[in-house]
T-cell receptor
Framework: AQKVTQAQTEISVVEKEDVTLDCVYETRDTTYYLFWYKQPPSGELVFLIRRNSFDEQNEISGRYSWNFQKSTSSFNFTITASQVVDSAVYFCALPSFGAGGTSYGKLTFGQGTILTVHP | DTGVSQDPRHKITKRGQNVTFRCDPISEHNRLYWYRQTLGQGPEFLTYFQNEAQLEKSRLLSDRFSAERPKGSFSTLEIQRTEQGDSAMYLC?????????????FGPGTRLTVL
C-alpha cells in the first residue's frame, strides 16, 4: 500500500527565510508520480508541482524548488525567501494504481505540514 | 476556465438526517474524485469516476454513502442517516486523464457538521 509521511507537523519561520518541507514515501510501484499541494486558510487545495519517478532532475520554479531522491524515497519541497502569503498547510501526495490496473487514480496524502511565516 | 465548484459550502444537520452534496468539475474533465478531510489530517480518498463509470470505492465508503455522476458531468455525494463521525470537509477534485496519470484540481469543499 502507498504511504506518505510528513514528519514535520509545524514549521514557523520569519519572512525571507528559506524553508524546506520534508516528504518520505513508500510504494511498490517501479514508476510513480509525486505531488505537492498547498491548503491556505480558505481551505481549497491548490496544486503546486508534479514529478515523475524516472526524472530525478531537481528543478526550480520561481521561489519553489524540489529535491527528489529515489534512493532515500524522499521528495522535499523548498520555498526560498518565504512570504507571509506562503502560510498554509502543505501536503505531499502519491497516486495509486487504480482498480483494473490501467492507470493511476486516487491520491494518498501525508498528514501535512503547517507552515507559518511571520512578518 | 472556471474551477471546480461545490455546493453547499457549509451544511449543518442533525444526526439521522440525509444530506446531499454537489460537485461541478472543470469543463471537459473526464475524471471526478471525492475525498474526506477531518481536522488536522490529510484528505482521504472516497471514490472516483471516469465519465459516468464509478471505478473505485474506498472501504471508508459505507453503505450509507452513495455517489453518482449521471451523464459524466456533475456528481452528487449522498450520506444517509448521518452520524457525528461524518462531520468533516468533503472535497471534490477533477482531472483530465489521458495517459498514465492526471493532475487533480480541487474545489473549495463542503464542510459538514452533524449535531
Amino acid at each position: 500500500a502507498q504511504k506518505v509521511t510528513q514528519a514535520q507537523t509545524e514549521i514557523s519561520v520569519v519572512e525571507k527565510e528559506d524553508v524546506t518541507l520534508d516528504c518520505v514515501y513508500e510504494t511498490r510501484d517501479t514508476t510513480y508520480y509525486l505531488f505537492w499541494y498547498k491548503q491556505p486558510p480558505s481551505g481549497e487545495l491548490v496544486f503546486l508541482i508534479r514529478r515523475n519517478s524516472f526524472d530525478e532532475q531537481n528543478e526550480i520554479s520561481g521561489r519553489y524548488s524540489w529535491n527528489f531522491q529515489k534512493s532515500t524515497s524522499s521528495f522535499n519541497f523548498t520555498i526560498t525567501a518565504s512570504q507571509v502569503v506562503d502560510s498554509a498547510v502543505y501536503f505531499c501526495a502519491l497516486p495509486s494504481f487504480g482498480a483494473g490496473g490501467t492507470s493511476y487514480g486516487k491520491l494518498t496524502f501525508g498528514q501535512g505540514t503547517i507552515l507559518t511565516v511571520h512578518p | 476556465d472556471t474551477g471546480v465548484s461545490q455546493d453547499p459550502r457549509h451544511k449543518i444537520t442533525k444526526r439521522g438526517q440525509n444530506v446531499t452534496f454537489r460537485c461541478d468539475p472543470i469543463s471537459e474533465h473526464n475524471r471526478l474524485y471525492w475525498y474526506r478531510q477531518t481536522l488536522g489530517q490529510g484528505p482521504e480518498f472516497l471514490t472516483y469516476f471516469q465519465n459516468e463509470a464509478q471505478l473505485e470505492k474506498s472501504r471508508l465508503l459505507s453503505d450509507r454513502f452513495s455517489a453518482e455522476r449521471p451523464k459524466g458531468s456533475f456528481s452528487t455525494l449522498e450520506i444517509q442517516r448521518t452520524e457525528q463521525g461524518d462531520s468533516a470537509m468533503y472535497l471534490c477534485a477533477s482531472s483530465s486523464w489521458m495517459w498514465a496519470t492526471d493532475t487533480q484540481y480541487f474545489g473549495p469543499g463542503t464542510r459538514l457538521t452533524v449535531l
